[in-house]
């Protein structure tokens, strides 16, 4: 089974920045759905982006142009790179994994089988 260790959460102001990694161990995420998932308090968890094994990317409209993802094949290793941050952009923040090419079709998250334990973003106005 994979194991996927999230970091670079943190507090940071709005229009700032922060830069999310996953390592992940047990599989290779060249050949893997790969992407980010956050939950807000009291609110259900939401699609941020993903990444297929052939490279192509998918947003949530509420990031793009803002958010960034990408792969470090040789590391083994997922980022998030977040511009422009806003304050709705607060929540935990999940990286997700699946097998099956087919995940990256939509940001849904029954399509992904593996959860990291999620860090935490806090954007302040």
């Known amino acids: 089974q994979g194991h996927l260790v999230e970091s670079g959460g943190g507090s940071a102001q709005a229009g700032g920045s922060l830069r999310l990694s996953c390592v992940v161990s047990?599989?290779?995420?060249?050949?893997?759905?790969m992407g980010w998932f956050r939950q807000a308090p009291g609110k259900d968890d939401e699609g941020v982006t993903v990444?297929?094994?052939?490279?192509?990317?998918k947003y949530a409209d509420s990031v793009k142009g803002r958010f960034t993802i990408s792969k470090d094949n040789a590391r083994n290793t997922l980022y998030l790179e977040m511009n422009n941050l806003k304050a709705e952009d607060s929540g935990r923040y999940y990286c997700?994994?699946?097998?099956?090419?087919?995940?990256?079709?939509?940001?849904?998250?029954?399509?992904?089988?593996?959860w990291g334990k999620g860090t935490q973003v806090t954007v302040s106005s």
């Open positions: 997700v994994a699946d097998p099956w090419a087919g995940a990256c079709l939509l940001l849904h998250r029954g399509n992904f089988g593996l």
């Open positions: 990444v297929g094994s052939d490279g192509r990317v």
């Open positions: 047990g599989f290779t995420i060249s050949t893997y759905c």
